[in-house]
C-alpha cells in the first residue's frame, strides 16, 4: 500500500506537469535549480505571477502565498504604491553609476526608526551586510575570531557558514559547540576562526565569550525570528555578556525588521552595536544594509583622511532597489505591523489549539508574522532543541498545503504571511493543516 507521501507526491506530479517539464528543461543549465533554496522533490513548483497574497502557478493552480520570497514580500505581490516608486525610478535611470538622491531617503527613514542606527551601508544582499558588518568589527577592533550561535544562518560566506547544521554526533556538549564548516569548499580557516555559542544558556555564552573575550571581534547574534523561540530575557542577556566583556554586538536583523518599526531591537529592548539588514527594505529587489554606530561606521568615510578600511560595489544601493524599499518601508506603518503581527497570534493560538486537540506532537513558532511548523513539544530555544524535532511529517505536509491551496517554505521553517491577508486566510490555512493530518498523521 503507497504511504501517504507516496501518494501525495504521486498527486503533485499529476497536478503540476508543466512545473516539471519546465524544471526538467532548466536543470540542464542550472545545477538542479538556479539557485539551491528552489529546489525541493519531487520537483519545484514553477510560479507564473503573483498578485496580493496569492501566487498562480504555470499549470494554473493558485496559492495564498505563505513564503513571500524567503519573507522578503512583506506587502504581498503587486503594491501598487511598490509599483509605482520602481516605475518612476525606471524612468529616471535604472543604474546611473552615482548616487540619485533616493539612497539618502531610504538611509535616513531607516535611521529614524531603528534607534541604534546613527549610520548605514548598503549593499546586496544580506549575506553582504553581515560579510562588511564582520570585516568593520574586525577593523575597528584588530581581533580575527568572531562569535556566532549554533544553529543561526546569516548567510553565504566562509565567515559565517559554520556551524548553522551541524551533525550532532561532531558537534559537541551542547554548552561547549564545536565549530564545524557547514558546506564543502569553505576556507579551513573559517571554522578556526568561529567560536560557537549555544542559544538559551547564558552561563555558557557568559563563560565562552569570556574566555575568548580578548580575540573577538564581535558576537553575530539573531534572535531567530519565526525559527527558534528564543526569550527576549536571553536577548538582553548576549547584550550584557558582550557589553561587560568589552565585545561588540552585531544584531542579526535580515528577517525580524518586519515585526516593528525599530526592528526586533525595539521588541527586545537591546541596543547592539551594528545591525544588519535585508529581505523587506528592498521591496522584492536583491538588498541587504548594515548600519550602527557612527563612530565604527565612520570608519568607511572615504571623504574624510583614509582609515584604511573600505564598502562599495557595482549594485550596492541600487536606486530600483532603493525605491522599492523606501515604498514598501512608507506602507510599513505602525497599523500594518500591528495587522501583520495579529495574524501572526491568531495563526500561532489556532495552529496549537489543534495539535493540542488532536494530541498530536507539534508546535507553531511565531515572531510577528514569520512562523515556523515543529513536530516536537517543549520549547525549541537552542540549534540542539530543533535537529531533535520529528521531520517525518514535513514533506507530507508541506505536499498537501500545497494541494490545498497554501504554499508554504520547503521544509516549514521559515514561513511569511503579508499585509494583503486577512483572518480568512489564516483560518484557511488552519483548517488545511487540520485535512493535512487527518492524512498523514
Ligand atoms: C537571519 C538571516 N541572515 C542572513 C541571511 C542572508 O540573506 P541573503 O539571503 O539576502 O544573503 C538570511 C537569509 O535567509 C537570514 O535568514
Known amino acids: 500500500m503507497p504511504t501517504p507521501l507516496a501518494d501525495l507526491q504521486e498527486r503533485y506530479r ?53 513564503a513571500n520570497h524567503h519573507t522578503a514580500q512583506v506587502l504581498g505581490h503587486g503594491n501598487e504604491r511598490v509599483e509605482a516608486a520602481v516605475r518612476e525610478q525606471m524612468q529616471k535611470g535604472i ?16 535611521c529614524d526608526r531603528v534607534d541604534t542606527l546613527e549610520r548605514i551601508r548598503f549593499v546586496n544582499s544580506g549575506t553582504e551586510a553581515t560579510l562588511h558588518a564582520i570585516r568593520l568589527a574586525r577593523g575597528y577592533t584588530k581581533h580575527g575570531k568572531i562569535a556566532k550561535f549554533e544553529g543561526g544562518y546569516h548567510g553565504s560566506h566562509d565567515a559565517v557558514e ?13 554548552d561547549a559547540p564545536v565549530a564545524l564548516p557547514t558546506a564543502g569548499g569553505m576556507s579551513p580557516s ?42 527576549p530575557d536571553f536577548a538582553r542577556a548576549v547584550r550584557d555578556i558582550t557589553r561587560r566583556h568589552g565585545v561588540l554586538l552585531i544584531f542579526d536583523e535580515i528577517v525580524g525588521f518586519r515585526t516593528s518599526i525599530g526592528g526586533l531591537q525595539e521588541v527586545y529592548d537591546i541596543d547592539p552595536d551594528l545591525s544588519c539588514f535585508g529581505k523587506i527594505i528592498g521591496g522584492g529587489f536583491p538588498v541587504g544594509a548594515f548600519g550602527g554606530r557612527a563612530d565604527l561606521m565612520d570608519l568607511f568615510d572615504n571623504s574624510q583622511q583614509s582609515t584604511g578600511l573600505f564598502q562599495s560595489g557595482t549594485f550596492s ?20 505591523i500591528d495587522h501583520l503581527n495579529a495574524l501572526g497570534a491568531r495563526l500561532k493560538d489556532q495552529l496549537n489549539a489543534l495539535f493540542a486537540d488532536r494530541a498530536i506532537s507539534a508546535q507553531a513558532v511565531c515572531t510577528g508574522s514569520v512562523f515556523s ?34 504554499f508554504l517554505g520547503p521544509g516549514l521553517g521559515m514561513c511569511a504571511l503579508s499585509a494583503p491577508m486577512d483572518a480568512e486566510h489564516i483560518d484557511g490555512l488552519v483548517a488545511a493543516v487540520g485535512n493535512a493530518l487527518a492524512e498523514i498523521a
Do not use: N
Not at 535537529?387 to 500545497?402: E, G, N, R, V, Y
Open 317 to 336: 544601493a541600487h536606486p530600483v532597489a532603493m525605491a522599492a524599499g523606501l515604498a514598501t518601508l512608507s506602507e510599513l506603518t505602525p497599523q500594518t
Open 373 to 406: 511548523i515543529y513536530f516536537a513539544r517543549g520549547p525549541i530555544a537552542s540549534y540542539r532543541a530543533l535537529a531533535a524535532t520529528d521531520k517525518t511529517l514535513i514533506q507530507p505536509l508541506f505536499l498537501s498545503l500545497i494541494e490545498q491551496g497554501y
Open 95 to 110: 543604474a546611473l553609476g552615482a548616487p540619485t538622491g533616493i539612497e539618502s531617503e531610504i538611509a535616513r527613514e531607516m
Open 14 to 66: 499529476c497536478a503540476s506537469p508543466r512545473s516539471r517539464a519546465l524544471f526538467e528543461q532548466g536543470r540542464a543549465y542550472t545545477a538542479g535549480a538556479a539557485k539551491g533554496a528552489y529546489y525541493y522533490p519531487p520537483h519545484p513548483l514553477t510560479m507564473a505571477r503573483g498578485q496580493g497574497c496569492f501566487l498562480w502557478d504555470v499549470d494554473g493552480r493558485r496559492y495564498v502565498d505563505c
Open 190 to 231: 573559517a571554522a578556526s576562526e568561529a567560536i560557537i555559542l549555544p542559544y538559551s544558556d547564558p552561563e555558557a555564552v557568559e563563560r565562552i565569550v569570556a574566555a575568548h573575550a580578548s580575540e573577538l571581534a564581535c558576537v553575530l547574534f539573531d534572535p531567530k525570528a519565526g525559527v527558534l523561540d528564543i526569550q
Open 162 to 174: 559554520v556551524s548553522v547544521a551541524p551533525p550532532l554526533d561532531q558537534a559537541g556538549p551542547a
